[in-house]
């Protein structure tokens, strides 16, 4: 297994700019999360997924978009660059488990400036 | 929502010394506490976790032990070694309608001098 894995690695956008940021789990988890985490700080929820078609707001969710429409892939949408979402931003995923929480895991990292 | 914070947010150590790293939690319904090691650059990962039925977890030189009465939870880690530095983030889970999300503590960077 692969794991979670993202792409890109490392990313330069211009303020405007648009693009999507991917997210590919291959442990056939019903969850998903993306997450920011600005320098210095904790991660910050954006959005997350129960399962394939549906999504909901996380903490910080201003400026993004997702869609759900595997379950394995998780995309993350950044419609107008600003220099504020200039961040390392991780997706992760876990495995639903009634009752109580399963392990979340995560993928490696998208390095994202906006300039 | 919860409200997560960790303490202290810096810890220097000299290798072979004990550190321990306080996370409160503000949602008496929180049933799972984990914390996560974060090594510069890289991704998250999971070192230990403790379910809320259980008072106390070890695993070889880490622990974690839990006072649901005070709403906090504790990683302990003993004979420290280089490698251990890293920044520790706990992220206690309500369950319930949650769906998985963790809130996570803004972190406590560790550092064990040589």
């Known amino acids: 297994n692969a794991g979670v894995t993202q792409t890109p690695k490392f990313r330069i956008l211009k303020i405007g700019q648009s693009m999507t940021l991917q997210c590919t789990q291959d442990?056939?988890?019903?969850?998903m999360y993306w997450y920011r985490q600005d320098p210095g700080m904790g991660l910050k929820l954006i959005y997350y997924s129960v399962g394939a078609g549906i999504t909901d707001k996380g903490e910080v969710p201003n400026g993004y978009n997702v869609s759900r429409s595997t379950t394995e892939d998780f995309p993350l949408r950044l419609e107008l660059a600003a220099p504020s979402q200039t961040s390392v931003y991780f997706c992760?995923?876990?495995?639903?488990?009634?009752?109580?929480?399963?392990?979340?895991?995560f993928g490696p990292g998208t390095r994202l400036t906006v300039l | 929502g919860e409200n997560v914070e960790q303490h202290p947010s810096t810890l220097s150590v000299q290798e072979g010394d004990s550190a321990v790293i306080k996370c409160t939690y503000s949602d008496s319904a929180s049933n799972y506490f984990p914390w996560y090691k974060q090594e510069l650059g890289k991704r998250p990962q999971l070192i230990i976790d403790?379910?809320?039925?259980?008072g106390e977890k070890k695993d070889q030189r880490i622990a974690v032990t839990l006072n649901k009465t005070a709403k906090h939870f504790s990683l302990h880690i003993t004979e420290t070694q280089p490698e251990d530095s890293a920044v520790y983030f706990c992220?206690?889970?309500?369950?319930?309608?949650?769906?998985?999300?963790?809130?996570f503590g803004q972190g406590t960077i560790l550092t064990v001098h040589p």
């Open positions: 442990m056939n988890h019903n969850y």
């Open positions: 992760a995923s876990s495995r639903k488990r009634e009752g109580h929480k399963d392990t979340q895991y």
């Open positions: 992220a206690p889970y309500a369950g319930g309608t949650s769906y998985g999300k963790l809130t």
């Open positions: 403790i379910r809320s039925n259980v």
